[in-house]
T-cell receptor
Framework: AQTVTQSQPEMSVQEAETVTLSCTYD???????LFWYKQPPSRQMILVIRQEAYKQQNATENRFSVNFQKAAKSFSLKISDSQLGDTAMYFCAFMGFTGTASKLTFGTGTRLQVTL | DGGITQSPKYLFRKEGQNVTLSCEQNLNHDAMYWYRQDPGQGLRLIYYSQIVNDFQKGDIAEGYSVSREKKESFPLTVTSAQKNPTAFYLC??????????????FGEGSRLTVL
């Protein structure tokens, strides 16, 4: 079974600064997707960024980028120029392909607080 | 607008009662999922369905039941056998089952409290 580990329960960053959230995972599969989801106080889960394992290039979405290290099974999220609206829970997630099933396995989350 | 609608948003239940949480999507997605969220534990998969009239148990299916009679609907019943049902429940859907794009779209969630 796949596992996803987020070792930072809480983090804080000042507005306009850069912060990196860590994520490691364990799998025996060679092809899979990795995701970062954001859950603001409204509790609505929002996709931040997605990485396909067969792509060597790190995904980027505006101020959000990832550092994907496949051999190390590491998938960190970097948020540049942090904004107050980035305050949320951030979940790392893994989707493998077992047969025809696509299931998302989540980490326990990192609570990010952006301060003035 | 297309999306996923969960209802009710808040629900209170007495011990020993079954309760059903509704999840409807108009995204024409094949796959639907139910997750449970508890503080400090992330999201855990309860049940998922890839096509109509078929569903599979997730990691914590005990005490829950589902049905998938229509593509748009995937209701979750929390039965009296669920020993600790107080939680936040999230429904999600994805465009393709199997080897698709992977992205899940989520509803706004339902908060169940057992009194």
């Amino acid at each position: 079974a796949q596992t996803v580990t987020q070792s930072q329960p809480e983090m804080s960053v000042q507005e306009a600064e850069t912060v990196t959230l860590s994520c490691t995972y364990d799998t025996s599969e060679s092809n899979y997707y990795l995701f970062w989801y954001k859950q603001p106080p409204s509790r609505q889960m929002i996709l931040v960024i997605r990485q396909e394992a067969y792509k060597q290039q790190n995904a980027t979405e505006n101020r959000f980028s990832v550092n994907f290290q496949k051999a190390a099974k590491s998938f960190s999220l970097k948020i540049s120029d942090s904004q107050l609206g980035d305050t949320a829970m951030y979940f790392c997630a893994f989707m493998g392909f077992t047969g025809t099933a696509s299931k998302l396995t989540f980490g326990t989350g990192t609570r990010l607080q952006v301060t003035l | 607008d297309g999306g996923i609608t969960q209802s009710p948003k808040y629900l209170f239940r007495k011990e020993g009662q079954n309760v059903t949480l509704s999840c409807e999507q108009n995204l024409n997605h094949d796959a639907m999922y139910w997750y449970r969220q508890d503080p400090g534990q992330g999201l855990r998969l309860i049940y998922y369905s890839q096509i109509v009239n078929d569903f599979q148990k997730g990691d914590i299916a005990e005490g829950y039941s589902v049905s998938r009679e229509k593509k748009e609907s995937f209701p979750l019943t929390v039965t009296s056998a669920q020993k600790n049902p107080t939680a936040f429940y999230l429904c999600a859907s994805s465009a393709t089952s199997g080897r698709g794009t992977g992205e899940l779209f989520f509803g706004e969630g339902s908060r169940l409290t057992v009194l």
